[in-house]
């Protein structure tokens, strides 16, 4: 049994592949990618982000929908990877059986990983999860196309 190779991106690698910038970039770290098959990465949750000031701040919990972002973002990392597809534009194209099991708060690190379930050409789908300090707290499958 062989050992699948994998690569990591640091954040000046990540701004490569994802046209996302700041406040919008939700991805801090690829910490283990196998191309076209699955990638790990995490997000360091701050307080100093500009959502914050707005989102119960007075007890301040990450949005879902950034959550999902985020995972939306690595899931199209995966996608990138994958030859003939690193220079197009990658979109988020669906949601499916998202859960939100735990709040996410300033402080916490956000660990993802996104798996490709199904392909069909450049739409994919991707199982993909969401923890902090090793507990799920959110899950969802979502669909990237590339155009």
Known sequence: MSEETFVTYDIQEIMKLLPHRFPFLLVDKVTKCIPGKR????KNVSVNEPQFTGHFPENPVMPGVLQIEAMAQLSII???SVPGYENKLALF????????????MPGD?????????KQKGPIAK??????????????????????
């Open 109 to 117: 690190k956000l660990e993802m990983t996104a798996e490709i379930v």
């Open 39 to 42: 990638v790990e990465g995490y």
């Open 126 to 147: 991707c199982k993909c999860t969401a923890s902090v300090d090793g507990k799920l707290v959110t899950e969802a499958e979502l669909m990237c196309a590339m155009q």
């Open 93 to 104: 194209a669906g949601i499916d059986s998202a859960r939100f099991k735990k709040v996410v």
């Open 78 to 80: 995966i996608l990138k």
